[in-house]
């Protein structure tokens, strides 16, 4: 059995893989995203997908920052685009966000960055132009009151800013099918190959897609296509829980973090608090341990969060590679094999320029990022 004929086959429908069909499909590239699972069924569904702020210190190079860069831009563009295009709101929004300093040492770290920390704060204060206020513990309370009282102060950042990644990633698959895309709900196999290029994806009931152009975008699972591909992807999944919970009151108005925890209000009125961080390989299996320890670090923060009713629990794996750094580029030694993942804990803030970086590649063979420091080749012996 065969099936039709593409111009580019998309492995993965998470984030990355519905934008780059998103972006394709715009140039008039024949896309089919396969999705062995449902678009957004994984990481791109569940992140709480917060933007504008570059906390992955393996990745703090000037090639991330104008990756994140570009990302940022993108995003504000296409939250207007998608309401055009699809009807959908992605809940794009500004979140601003409080850091609590529990003692000196604490303080003097958030107002006085050092090594990578001082270069992100300098990429967020000039490229994202957020503004960045140090708070005196009174004041901080003023922002939200249900700070632990035994903040000594905090930083106050504007520009910050979410989205509703689940949404942002079904209305970019929506768009792309606007545009002439498909997706088809399968698991890729295998590639068809010949005389040093692309012909083709195998799939998991033994029919075939025919194409000269496949983009792996499978998230965490990128590395199975190792074998396929003849070049390795070395990926080292994250796993990570997050519970969202029903805070009494309003809504917090910024997003709050202190210890590795944070908790934010998102707009359907619940509040999201975590993520854990957890070397399990690919994982997603929900655990009382990281429930408990959740809990544990955010009502550090906010005293009221230790008593929540949990609305919903939930584990998924970041696809993080073995170098933290992005996986983005040409496949060497494969004509028409591309590969687009390794966004780690920043993926969602990534995923739009990770997308459009690959799209450009493909239609034009030049891109506005330089991918040099991606380069998919690296992993090889
Ligand atoms: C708890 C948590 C919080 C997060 N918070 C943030 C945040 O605040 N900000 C941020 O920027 N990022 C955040 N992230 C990271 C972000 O979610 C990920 O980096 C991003 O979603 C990855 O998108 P992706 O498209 O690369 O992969 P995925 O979303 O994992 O999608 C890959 C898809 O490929 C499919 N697939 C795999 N193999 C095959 C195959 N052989 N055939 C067909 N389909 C296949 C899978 O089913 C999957 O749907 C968070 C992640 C977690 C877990």
């Not at 998608?82 to 992605?90: A, K, P, S």
């Not at 992100?120 to 922002?143: K, P, Y």
């Not at 591309?338 to 970086?357: F, N, W």
Request: glycine letters at 12%; a negative charge.
């Amino acid at each position: 059995m065969s099936a039709p004929a593409a111009d580019v086959v998309i492995v993965g429908g998470g984030l990355v893989g519905a934008a780059t069909a998103y972006f394709l499909a715009r140039e008039g590239a024949r896309c089919v995203v396969v999705e062995r699972d449902g678009i957004a069924s994984h990481a791109s569904g569940f992140a709480y997908a917060a933007l504008g702020t570059f906390d992955e210190e393996g990745m703090a190079d000037d090639a991330h920052f104008a990756a994140a860069a570009l990302g940022m831009r993108l995003h504000r563009e296409i939250a207007d685009s998608l309401v055009e295009e699809t009807g959908v709101n992605v809940e794009f929004r500004e979140r601003p966000e409080l850091s609590l300093a529990f003692d000196e040492r604490e303080s003097e770290a958030l107002q006085l960055p050092q090594g990578w920390e001082r270069k992100r704060r300098a990429w967020e204060m000039g490229d994202q132009r957020h503004a960045v206020t140090w708070l005196d513990a009174d004041e901080a309370r003023r922002v939200e009151p249900r700070i632990n009282p035994a903040a000594v102060g905090a930083l106050y950042t504007e520009g910050t800013c979410d989205v509703n990644a689940l949404r942002l990633t079904r209305a970019l698959a929506m768009a792309a099918e606007q545009n002439g895309a498909s997706v088809l709900t399968a698991e890729v196999t295998g590639l068809i190959r010949d005389a040093g290029r692309v012909r083709g994806v195998t799939l998991q009931d033994g029919s075939a897609i025919h194409c000269g152009t496949v983009v792996i975008a499978a998230g965490p699972w990128s590395g199975e296509a190792s074998d396929w591909l003849g070049a390795p992807i070395r990926m080292q999944p994250w796993k990570g829980q997050m519970l969202r919970v029903r805070l009494p009151g309003p809504p917090m108005r910024p997003s709050v973090v202190g210890g590795g925890c944070f908790a934010s209000t998102k707009p359907d009125g619940l509040t999201w608090v975590g993520p854990t961080f957890e070397d399990a390989g690919i994982d997603e299996t929900v655990t009382d341990a990281a429930r408990r320890q959740i809990i544990e670090g955010v009502s550090r923060n906010i005293p009221a969060l230790a008593d929540c009713a949990v609305v919903m629990h939930t584990a998924c794996v970041r696809p993080l590679s073995a170098d933290r750094k992005l996986v983005l580029g040409r496949i060497p030694g494969l004509e028409g094999a591309y590969a687009a993942t390794g966004g780690g804990r920043l993926g969602i803030m990534l995923g739009p320029a990770m997308a459009l970086l690959t799209a450009e590649l493909i239609v034009s063979g030049k891109t506005s990022v330089p991918l040099d420091e991606f380069d998919p080749g690296r992993f090889a012996e």
